[in-house]
């Protein structure tokens, strides 16, 4: 289960509100800035449907590009490319494998689909905190294809975060130890603060996910840099029970996938 901008942004509400007179976190982007985000992602799923039950498990590695092409007072323009994909699916007893650096097989619906996302560019207008305040050329992403795979989808929309990027003040009043909840009618999230240096802070979180095709618990950690916001590390475990749909067919499924990003200032 992916790790929305949304609750990295939940990790604001509780400390923000205890803190005063404190500056979040900038980055200054500047024009030609790059930065690069690598998410290897390792997913297994049961579907299940009557009497029928399919094993897929998958391995991916995706790495993408943020390169900032345009700056100014409020913000920065940033173009979204992803730079290489590969994947490994294994279902039925049988292998497929897709690496971006080789041709796509024509006859595969799966290569063709992971070729499309390749291709595809997204430019996004955000603030100096990394806030999204408007997006462009925004590649759709097919629900399907990326369940199966396994890929995390990167979620553009006004009010988001960049994936990378955390609204995390700095604030020596908040020690190691230190716990908050945030809860809706169909999540709850706790979460911690795990470790604090001068440059970073881990904060964990533990949520609960009711409603929806899926349920789902995860575990997480996020590793901050308290000075730029980038988060410089992700991790988190989940398992989802529900329902997917596959070729339009309905099946109950049984997901377990862990997931590690890293991320750099090129």
């Not at 980055?27 to 985000?37: A, L, N, S, T």
């Not at 006859?107 to 997006?135: D, F, P, Y």
């Not at 190691?176 to 795990?194: H, L, Q, R, V």
């Not at 000075?227 to 309905?250: C, D, H, P, W």
Request: aromatic content about 6%.
């Amino acid at each position: 289960m992916k790790i929305t901008p949304t609750r990295v942004k939940h990790i604001l509400l509780i400390i923000l509100s205890v803190i005063g007179g404190v500056v979040c976190a900038q980055v200054r982007f500047k024009k030609g800035d790059e930065f690069q985000r690598r998410v290897l992602t390792k997913s297994n799923c049961v579907l299940q449907r009557g009497s029928q039950t399919l094993h897929v498990s998958s391995y991916s590695i995706v790495t993408k590009t943020y390169k900032v092409t345009d700056v100014s007072e409020k913000g920065a323009s940033i173009t979204i490319t992803t730079d290489k994909i590969i994947d490994t699916i294994n279902a039925m007893d049988q292998n497929l494998v897709y690496n971006s650096d080789k041709p796509a097989d024509p006859n595969s619906a799966i290569h063709l689909g992971l070729q499309k996302m390749l291709n595809a560019r997204s430019t996004v207008m955000v603030n100096n905190k990394g806030e999204i305040l408007s997006v462009r050329n925004t590649a759709a992403a097919n629900d399907t294809l990326l369940s199966f795979t396994g890929i995390q989808p990167e979620y553009l929309s006004p009010g988001a975060t960049l994936q990378f990027m955390a609204d995390f003040p700095v604030n020596p009043a908040v020690k190691k130890g230190y716990s908050w909840t945030d809860a809706t009618p169909s999540k709850e999230t706790n979460y911690s603060i795990y470790a604090i240096t001068g440059h970073t802070t881990t904060v964990t979180h533990k949520t609960s996910i009711l409603g929806g095709n899926m349920n789902s618990r995860i575990n997480g950690s996020l590793l901050i840099d308290n000075f730029t916001g980038l988060i410089l590390k992700r991790y988190a475990q989940s398992v989802s029970t529900g329902y997917e749909m596959v070729n339009g067919i309905v099946y109950t499924a049984t997901r377990r996938t862990a997931t590690t990003e890293v991320s750099v200032k090129k």
